[in-house]
């Protein structure tokens, strides 16, 4: 039993490239999640999926795109990164909501230059 | 405009002793709180929360006070030990908001001296 796992754990892109951060959850969670964590910042929600089929905007979404692939993962895509995406991103996963417990990844630390 | 505040960014604490750590909020909308605590190199683990409909909630050495009218909430660790040495986020679920989303403080960093 992983709970949730991350890929990649780090990132170096430059400016304009793109790529995708995959996330997984084996505890048949409905509901997942990605934040980023800026230094010295609290936890913001990017996107999150309620259930399977599902994907909804959270606090900063712009230049983000998700994708609920089945009820097990959820993908973070970044078209066309930019130094301000430099950030760790979690993904974490519930069973349905925010009045259940999340169970957070380790994080992927990426690093636009 | 932060919605949850914590307003302490570090705190040390001898072993044994007790912990307090501190979270104001905004939101009236606000109706269920709660604390994670975060390893470095880690993701946030859940630690305790409490419901807008209570007072106190209790999980072994961690309890959480809720102060509705002066919209503050507090984690007490007693007694405190060096393994609780980690960053310690405040987070806010808005009723108003859908129930997916929760609102977070900027975390207060807690050490434990031995």
């Known amino acids: 039993n992983a709970g949730v796992t991350q890929t990649p754990k780090f990132q170096v892109l430059k400016t304009g490239q793109s790529m995708t951060l995959q996330c997984a959850q084996d505890m048949n969670h409905n509901s997942m999640y990605w934040y980023r964590q800026d230094p010295g910042m609290g936890l913001r929600l990017i996107y999150y999926?309620?259930?399977?089929?599902?994907?909804d905007k959270g606090e900063v979404p712009n230049g983000y795109n998700v994708s609920r692939l089945n009820k097990r993962e959820f993908s973070l895509r970044l078209e066309s990164a930019a130094p301000s995406q430099t950030s760790v991103y979690f993904c974490?996963?519930?069973?349905?909501?925010?009045?259940?417990?999340?169970?957070f990844g380790p994080g992927t630390r990426l690093t636009v230059t | 405009d932060q919605q949850v505040k914590q307003n302490s960014p570090s705190l040390s604490v001898q072993e044994g002793r007790i912990s307090i750590l501190n979270c104001d909020y905004t939101n009236s909308m606000f109706d269920y709180f709660l604390w994670y605590k975060k390893y470095p190199a880690e993701g946030p683990t859940f630690l305790i929360s409490i419901s807008s409909i209570k007072d106190k909630n209790e999980d072994g050495r961690f309890t959480v006070f809720l102060n509705k009218s002066a919209k503050h909430l507090s984690l007490h660790i007693v007694p405190s030990q060096p393994g609780d040495s980690a960053v310690y986020f405040c987070?806010?679920?808005?009723?108003?908001?859908?129930?997916?989303?929760?609102?977070f403080g900027k975390g207060t960093k807690l050490s434990v001296i031995p």
């Open positions: 987070a806010a679920r808005d009723s108003g908001a859908g129930s997916y989303q929760l609102t």
């Open positions: 999926s309620a259930s399977e089929g599902t994907t």
């Open positions: 974490a996963s519930s069973e349905q909501g925010a009045l259940y417990e999340q169970y």
